[in-house]
């Protein structure tokens, strides 16, 4: 498919190629740190790298930037593969940055010998008074000019645990007054006596981010590594690291940034989805109401609708709030194609056709999709007592009720014209039963003139003797506001929506017994629905992905 315009970053790359960067070279990696699943946000950095990597036939990396044992999970990690996969991705390599804990220590000891590295032995605090501020140059360290024999012992006890824990960082030696304040003696190690999800207790030391990020990439050969905004003042100190360990002629990533997208009513940050986790606003991280990939998988989302709307929204400079409109306008598009129509009743009311012959029922057929030619149809069975949606029915009403109502006729989906001749009420005048008369003239696809007559409405139904019942799960947004962080005086968490979940029992026609986990289904005038990982041909459950039109108000 051919895009009307490239984007930014395809601009970057197209210019390198023009101005005769080897084609063959490119190479590319998506970083994930596994301290929770991936997000809707993480979803735009996937499709950006891998989607550059089918563009220029280039391999791309699936790197575990793992170098904070504090937070890290092996689970994260299979969940984050897993869902990288079912987005229908293949990573060339699966690459951890913990597999580069030697050659990153063997480096920070020649860095120390070049003198570009020392030991301080001063608590953070004191390190960041140091500082400076922009407009001002900071202090040197009372150590910054350690002997190299003294930082050489002093970094092996380090790494050997032998240091209490803290008492000592491993700093680069940049510049106290440089203007950016990233380069101002870096710290590139702390020690940290924490077993590490793959490395076990074999590290005592561990590298921050920016040692370890640019070198990973530089171990991997990547040639354009791409990161989100807040990066950017940490371009100067990327590349200073990589001067320190590259040889002549060899391959030098280049980082560049893109704009962090946000979505409207959720959160995209793996910390405070974590906090909606462990606070049980949520069930677990996979939570249908989860703007996770697990979780949108589990809400009916599909690969499709996920990577139309990363691709649609595209790349930007700048940040943005998307609207949430847009991907359940996506999943909206993608499932109109594909899923199967059926028919269910969310909200019943019976409704008895008294002229249709007692005991007798009869098979009807049903069109699976009119959008897909190929889906074929299926039996769905009719009977003199049905459901029909108790809001599809009032007694009297104005001529834009294109329902039911007493004395006018509708159609019921795949079956007959009924007209309604008389409600039932219980003692309070609640409505429970309507009586009705059907036309045996006008059979859905008999061809008759009886079924050509014009009427409004047409409405679906299932048959009361073979209906199912099925638990379904209407989700909605999970918070009540755009921004939940906007207002930095409260807490996000207040402003969950209390009504993100209703749980109610639906009649569904005998064809859903044999759905299964995932399968995704248009609820005729209602919503794309899924069935749930907790159905079974015993308990049915349903969740809602999304309703058939916009209609949320918020
Ligand atoms: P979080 O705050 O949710 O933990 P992160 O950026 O720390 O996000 P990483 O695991 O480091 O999460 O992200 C892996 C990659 O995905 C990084 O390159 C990061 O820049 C990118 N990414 C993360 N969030 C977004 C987002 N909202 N939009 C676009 N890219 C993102
Ligand atoms: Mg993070
Ligand atoms: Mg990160």
């Not at 550059?52 to 504090?70: H, K, M, Q, S």
């Not at 950016?180 to 921050?208: F, G, K, S």
């Not at 405070?272 to 989302?301: A, F, H, N």
């Not at 002229?355 to 049903?366: F, H, I, R, S, T």
């Amino acid at each position: 498919e051919e895009k009307k315009s490239l984007n930014f970053i395809e601009q970057i790359i197209e210019t390198d190629l023009k101005e005769g960067f080897d084609k063959s070279k490119l190479k590319f990696r998506f970083p994930p740190e596994p301290n929770g699943y991936l997000h809707i946000g993480h979803a735009s950095s996937i499709c950006l790298n891998f989607g550059l990597g089918l563009r220029y036939n280039a391999p791309v990396n699936l790197r575990f930037d793992d170098t904070n044992p504090i937070k890290e999970e092996s689970a994260y990690v299979n969940a984050i593969k897993k869902d990288v996969e079912w987005l229908g991705f293949e990573w060339a390599e699966e690459c951890y940055a913990s597999d580069y804990f030697q050659q990153l220590y063997e480096w920070a000891v020649e860095m120390i010998k070049n003198g570009q590295a020392y030991v301080d032995s001063q608590d953070s605090e004191k390190i960041a008074e140091q500082k400076g501020t922009p407009t001002e140059p900071g202090q040197p360290s009372p150590h910054r000019e350690r002997s190299v024999e003294d930082n050489l012992e002093l970094f092996e006890a380090m790494k050997n645990g032998l240091t209490e824990p803290r008492a000592h960082v491993l700093r680069a030696k940049i510049d106290m007054s440089s203007p950016n304040m990233l380069m101002r003696d870096p710290v590139m190690y702390r020690t940290l006596h924490q077993a590490h999800h793959r490395t076990e207790n074999d590290w005592c030391i561990y590298p921050m981010y920016d040692w370890a990020h640019g070198e990973s990439d530089f171990i991997e050969n990547i040639s354009h590594s791409f990161c989100t905004l807040e990066f950017q003042p940490h371009r100067e100190l990327y590349n200073w690291f990589i001067k320190c360990v590259s040889q002549e002629g060899e391959l030098e990533p280049k980082q560049r940034e893109f704009a962090r997208r946000n979505l409207s009513h959720t959160i995209v940050s793996k910390r405070k989805l974590l906090q909606l986790v462990e606070s049980k606003v949520v069930d677990s991280w996979d939570d249908p109401r989860m703007p996770t990939i697990s979780g949108l998988r589990r809400r009916g989302y599909t690969p499709a609708s996920i990577k139309n709307f990363a691709n649609d929204i595209g790349i930007g400079k700048r940040e943005n709030m998307i609207d949430v409109s847009r991907l359940e306008f996506s999943v909206r598009d993608d499932l109109n194609k594909t899923a199967p129509r059926v028919m269910t009743v969310l909200d019943p009311l019976k409704v008895v056709i008294t002229n249709y012959p007692e005991g007798e029922e009869e098979m009807l057929v049903a069109e699976n999709n009119p959008e897909d030619e190929n889906s074929g149809t299926r039996e769905l069975p009719f009977s003199r007592e049905i459901y029909i949606e108790k809001e599809d029915f009032r007694e009297e009403a104005n001529r834009k009720f294109f329902r039911l109502k007493l004395g006018k006729e509708v159609r019921l989906k795949n079956a007959y014209f009924i007209k309604a001749e008389k409600a039932i009420k219980d003692d309070d005048g609640n409505i429970i039963e309507v009586h009705c008369t059907y036309d045996p003239e006008t059979k859905s696809g008999s061809g008759t003139e009886a079924s050509k007559r014009k009427v409004k409405g047409t409405l679906h139904w299932v048959s009361v003797k073979h209906a199912k019942p099925a638990e379904v799960r209407l989700y909605d947004r999970l918070f009540t506001v755009d921004d939940p962080t906007a207002d930095k005086e409260k807490d996000f968490l207040d402003f969950v929506n209390p009504e993100s979940l209703k749980v109610i029992t639906a009649q569904v026609e005998p064809s859903l017994t044999s759905a299964k986990e995932l399968d995704k289904f248009q609820f005729q005038r209602i919503g794309y629905f899924c069935v749930d990982q907790d159905s079974t041909s015993d308990h049915l459950v349903f969740n809602r992905t999304v309703t058939l039109r916009d209609s949320w108000k918020g």
